[in-house]
């Protein structure tokens, strides 16, 4: 049992060092699926997002999974995933022809029939769940397994916001800056006005991160982050210039 609770804290460990593509959610979301799958030696891995925050629908997979699965819609309430994503509680189920959600079996024969699911969430609000089944080399989940599961969730819930965070700085705020405020902020270079130029560029980078459903708390991580890059940015330009 030590030995298993000493592989899991590695394999988190690998998983908190986790690089975001480009552009890519859903390359991300399944190289994450596998990651997880070998973290925590089951057969299968699924991760499932909701839109609407009502419905679930499979968005990237481990394992034996079929294609239908993605075409499925999964209600909340509603089967295991649903009831995850209504209480926003972490599930661990050691049989499942013995529980409460044997009708909702995929499986029914198979000789191995424990699963976890638990609830992917940002800021508190669950967009989706993270579930495996399986366990490959022991015959039930345990209780580590349970919270390893629950950090892996909330990894997933970072890579989510982190695309989230992307796509509205390429979108949004590039859509932005070519509008009026954009010609305004042209206006102002050409005047030799930073300070007002960086208030215009302050002003609507907020409104665009709080109309893209980002807290204060997180629009005040991103500016810092903005911020330290630009000062890379900054410092290697100038010593680009002391070398030229």
Do not use: W
Request: glycine content about 8%; proline content about 3%; overall charge neutral.
């Amino acid at each position: 049992m030590e030995s298993h609770a000493t592989d899991l804290l590695s394999g988190l460990s690998a998983l908190a060092r986790f690089k975001c593509a480009d552009h890519s959610l859903n390359d991300d979301l399944k190289k994450m699926s596998a990651m997880i799958a070998e973290v925590l030696d089951v057969e299968n891995c699924s991760i499932m997002l909701s839109d609407d925050g009502k419905n679930l629908k499979v968005r990237a997979s481990f394992g034996n999974l079929p294609d239908a699965a993605y075409r499925e819609s999964v209600k909340k309430g509603h089967g295991i995933s649903g009831h995850v994503l209504s209480t926003g509680l972490p599930l661990m189920i050691e049989d499942i022809g013995r529980s409460e959600f044997a009708i909702h079996a995929r499986r029914p024969s198979s000789s191995n029939k424990g699963m976890i699911c638990v609830p992917i969430a940002i800021e508190g609000s669950v967009l989706g769940v993270l579930n495996v089944n399986s366990p490959n080399s022991r015959e039930r989940f345990v209780e580590e397994d349970l919270h390893a599961m629950e950090v892996a969730g909330s990894f997933v819930g970072r890579i989510i916001q982190t695309q989230q965070l992307r796509s509205t700085l390429e979108s949004r705020f590039a859509q932005m800056s070519l509008g009026e405020e954009g010609k305004t902020l042209i206006r102002m270079a050409d005047a030799q006005n930073p300070e007002r130029m960086a208030k215009i560029l302050a002003k609507s980078f907020y409104r665009e991160m709080a109309g893209a459903g980002f807290s204060p708390a997180q629009i005040i991580d991103a500016a810092s982050e903005i911020i330290s890059e630009l000062g890379r940015s900054v410092s290697r330009h100038k010593g680009r210039i002391r070398r030229d």
